[in-house]
């Protein structure tokens, strides 16, 4: 993923944390979902970004939770089903 994809997607989480009073910063490989810092309201406002932003069609994923539970593995997401 490019940086500037990588940056919009930081952006989007910092974004949420400041609403939800969470000061914490965001490395790339802290979880986001699994570890309860978000939870699933915050997931599906997520992945209705991710089909807006980057066109990927979960309906044809085998969604799992573990794929968009840090930036690290979001960014392989994107990378496996988003065009450059």
Avoid: C, P, W
Avoid at 60 to 76: G, P, W
């Amino acid at each position: 993923m490019d940086n500037i994809r990588k940056q919009k997607i930081r952006e989007y989480f910092l974004e949420t944390f400041k609403q939800q009073s969470d000061g914490q910063s965001l490395a790339d490989n802290d979880s986001l979902f699994v570890s309860g810092r978000l939870d699933s309201f915050s997931m599906m406002m997520f992945v209705m970004y991710l089909e807006k932003e980057f066109g990927i069609d979960f309906a044809a994923i085998d969604f799992d939770v573990h794929l968009i539970d840090s930036l690290i593995e979001i960014e392989l997401l994107i990378d496996s089903h988003v065009s450059v």
